[in-house]
């Protein structure tokens, strides 16, 4: 299969499209065309374990280039390294709403679900296109991607992965993670900023000829372990049709029903997923898109003009703290018409005014496929206060988030309704993003009213409250020294001068922990 740049111009396999991360014109790479899974397909899912399931999904994109066995191969390494017997399990929580866990891989974030693999595919990709190059991960990163980068491509043969993140603009459990990271091909570094100029920067740095040359010399080239790269994207539409499947093992629907999902978003990369899923046939009514106090999102799909020139708030959900959304260019670009120049001058157009404006044709495609909502932050502790109050269920607060926007949507539908048979009964999966102690602080606060300065002690009371037990990869970032304590400003060339005296082999010692 081959893939195109949303803003025209590159033709690439999958591989290439994997090895180059973002391409040369600024654009994000999107499959030529959207492979089919068939009723029959599905079926035979139902079968499957969930790395067959995957590594069956991943096929369909680049089976044909990297091997099918691999892929299955990949799929068994990568998710054999989650809690439990299943990465992504699906909870009842009443008779139509379930909710998706996707953080019981090695850093308690969704981004284990791609990112455990994402090595895999690059290691392979670099096989089939030949490169020999060091490949550089460069990411940004608004918490959860940068961790889970770091400890996927940790000591990896080949590679080197360097993350920036928005200096007090992570919460402190995502911060020490990132911090305390071991490996001897990694790089962790704040910058003075929000998320949005951190992936800016990184933009900008993959952009930069003259950025890009001097890592040349060094035999080194850059690669993207954000979703900007469609190796990130591919393995996230994999849980969009095993949680349906498992709805259907469990006989809760039947095949052909369609479901709605609900997406705590910032980048828009996982509801992207989602989307690419319904693109492929799976039966999808709506996609939720939820968004915090930074509602830019929600603001685009009410009124179809994506604007940020507005106030960057920090919120309790600090994952979805985004103003520009770099998926949203892919959704863009197929609602168009596959437009690359429109496409091009609409990011051009958000680069320079700071807006750009989709057609009314173009936002009824988006009301029919989508429904977004946002939550501020009392909406947030009042959804995850209800959900534990009447289900026992703990959420981190990104999920929180999600579940406010679930229940505006079902008040939506259910306006005027007042006998409750009347009542909407689509079933509905909420993704949760992230294990509840990242948060501990925050979530003890919705569920008890309880504030806690200690994330630690925040930790121990959310355990006695819900016997949720604690991941012990959390509990042990209390005892480990900090390894990374580098700060730099929000400057281009700044940031650039860190990467290129990493590429050139600097590493960061790791402390002694006795002391």
Not at 188 to 213: H, I, L, P, Y
Not at 327 to 349: H, P, V
């Amino acid at each position: 299969m081959y893939f195109i740049s949303t803003r025209g111009g590159e033709k690439v396999t999958g591989a290439q499209a994997i090895v180059q991360g973002l391409a040369s014109d600024g654009g994000l790479y999107v499959p030529e065309t959207f492979p089919k899974i068939s009723v029959e397909e599905l079926e035979k899912m139902a079968e499957m374990s969930y790395p067959e399931r995957a590594a069956f999904v991943l096929g369909k994109y680049l089976g044909e280039e990297l091997g099918e066995e691999y892929l299955k191969e990949s799929c068994e390494k990568a998710y054999s390294t989650f809690t439990g017997g299943d990465p992504a399990p699906l909870v009842k929580i009443d008779g139509k709403l379930f909710i998706l866990e996707l953080y019981h891989g090695p850093t308690c974030a969704f981004k284990d679900m791609a990112l455990t693999l994402l090595p895999y595919l690059l290691k392979k990709s670099l096989e089939v296109t030949g490169v020999k190059d060091e490949v550089l991960i460069l990411a940004a990163t608004s918490g959860d991607t940068g961790k889970a980068a770091l400890e996927g491509f940790r000591d990896v043969e080949g590679t080197k992965v360097a993350v920036f993140y928005p200096d007090e603009g992570v919460a402190k459990m995502q911060r020490l993670q990132m911090c305390i990271q071991d490996g001897n091909n990694v790089f962790v570094a704040a910058v003075k900023g929000n998320f949005d100029d951190c992936q800016r920067a990184v933009k900008r740095m993959f952009a930069s000829e003259k950025f890009n040359a001097e890592l040349a010399k060094k035999g080194v080239r850059l690669s993207s372990a954000n979703s900007i790269n469609f190796g990130r994207l591919a393995p996230q539409i994999a849980y969009y049709f095993s949680a349906y499947i498992d709805l259907i093992t469990s006989r809760q629907i039947e095949m052909g029903d369609k479901i709605d999902f609900v997406v705590p978003t910032g980048n828009f990369g996982d509801i992207l997923a989602g989307w690419y899923a319904k693109q492929m046939g799976l039966p999808v009514r709506k996609l939720i898109c939820a968004s915090n106090r930074n509602k830019v999102l929600a603001d685009f799909f009410a009124k179809g003009v994506y604007d940020v020139k507005r106030n960057f708030f920090r919120t309790m959900s600090p994952s979805m703290d985004i103003l520009i959304s770099s998926n949203l260019e892919r959704l863009l670009f197929e609602i168009s018409g596959r437009d690359a120049k429109l496409t091009a001058e609409r990011m051009k157009n958000l680069a320079e005014k700071k807006e750009y404006s989709i057609t009314q044709k173009e936002k009824e495609i988006l009301d029919e496929e989508f429904f977004s909502a946002f939550a501020s932050e009392d909406d947030t502790i009042e959804a995850m206060y209800e959900i534990f109050d009447e289900y026992g269920y703990a959420m981190d607060t990104h999920t929180g988030v999600a579940l406010s926007a679930y229940m505006q949507y079902q008040e939506l539908l259910n306006k005027g309704k007042d006998d409750e048979k009347d009542w909407d009964k689509t079933h509905t999966v909420v993704l949760a993003t992230a294990n509840p102690y990242k948060f501990p602080q925050d979530v003890l606060y919705a569920l008890t009213g309880n504030d806690v300065k200690d994330s630690f002690k925040g930790i121990k009371r959310l355990n006695l409250l819900t016997a949720m037990k604690p991941p012990k990869c959390l509990l042990d970032l209390r005892y480990r020294p900090i390894r990374f304590k580098t700060v730099v400003e929000n400057n281009l060339e700044m940031m650039a001068a860190e990467i290129l005296k990493f590429a050139d082999g600097y590493v960061v010692p790791v402390p002694d922990a006795k002391k």
